[in-house]
């Protein structure tokens, strides 16, 4: 391994490169379909308010569904992010209904108001709970009666460590991840973790959360990790 940290960046650079890490948004198939997974208080409603602002910003129609549905606090949150958005909302029309059907009724939506994007939120589960990972697949059932699902993101707090691993294989099994948000990398957490998700598991980190505002999220950038990393290490 090369001890300058200048080649060290390049190397991960070189490592970190990847041909999918942008979001798939050019198939022409409408509407894209956005399931956003993790475990709990990882950032799944909160990248879903800032990616939204930033389709809206460019000119994309989007319509957020609200399936985490056990929890009244988690529809007013989404809903407060939709407004931030200017994007629609579809609720729950009860606490607890199924997600799935909360899943279906966004992509509804979404077809019959010509939407561009659906993105819908869901619930936070531990990954070793067996039921709570299978009603992912069941929510992915109920999307695909009417659409492609063009993108699962499963969302990963940089603060996390090894276990992110785990959380991405087992989200993985269950739910088909197309791609990895990486989040709270504002904080003293460097994110090292990345590395190893895109080596070990193949998977693509595609955005980055930088922070609890609108504004604060960024497409994966290989470069500017790098250089935040190495720049850490060599502290
Ligand atoms: N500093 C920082 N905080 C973040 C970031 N993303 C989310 N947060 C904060 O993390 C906390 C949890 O975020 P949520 O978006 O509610 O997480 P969630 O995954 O939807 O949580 P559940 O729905 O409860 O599973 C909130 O206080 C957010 O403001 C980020 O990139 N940086
Ligand atoms: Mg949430």
Do not use: H
């Amino acid at each position: 391994m090369p001890s300058c940290g200048c080649c060290l960046k390049d190397l991960l650079v070189e490592k970190l490169t990847r041909s999918d890490a942008a979001l798939n948004l050019s198939t022409g198939d409408l509407p894209y379909v956005i399931l956003v997974v993790g475990v709990n208080g990882a950032g799944k409603t909160t990248t879903i308010g800032k990616l939204s602002r930033w389709l809206k910003d460019g000119d994309w129609n989007v319509v957020l569904g609200a399936a985490d549905t056990f929890r009244a606090a988690a529809v007013e949150q989404l809903a407060t992010w939709a407004d931030r958005a200017e994007a629609k909302i579809v609720r729950p029309e009860r606490e607890g209904q199924d997600p799935a059907s909360v899943a279906y009724q966004t992509v509804e939506l979404a077809l019959r108001d010509d939407a561009d994007i659906a993105i819908i939120d869901t619930a936070g589960r531990l990954q070793n709970k067996k039921d709570l990972m299978d009603e992912l697949g069941k929510i992915r059932r109920a999307v695909e009666k009417q659409a492609r699902i063009t993108e699962v993101l499963l969302v990963i707090d940089a603060t996390t460590g090894q276990n992110a691993i785990a959380q991405a294989k087992a989200f993985t099994e269950v739910a088909d991840v197309t791609g990895i948000v990486m989040t709270k990398l504002d904080g003293t957490a460097k994110g090292g973790i990345v590395y190893s998700l895109q080596q070990q598991l193949d998977l693509p980190v595609k955005l980055v959360g930088v922070g609890e505002g609108i504004n604060d999220f960024a497409f994966f950038s290989p470069e500017e990790f790098a250089k935040g990393l190495v720049a850490y290490r060599s502290k």
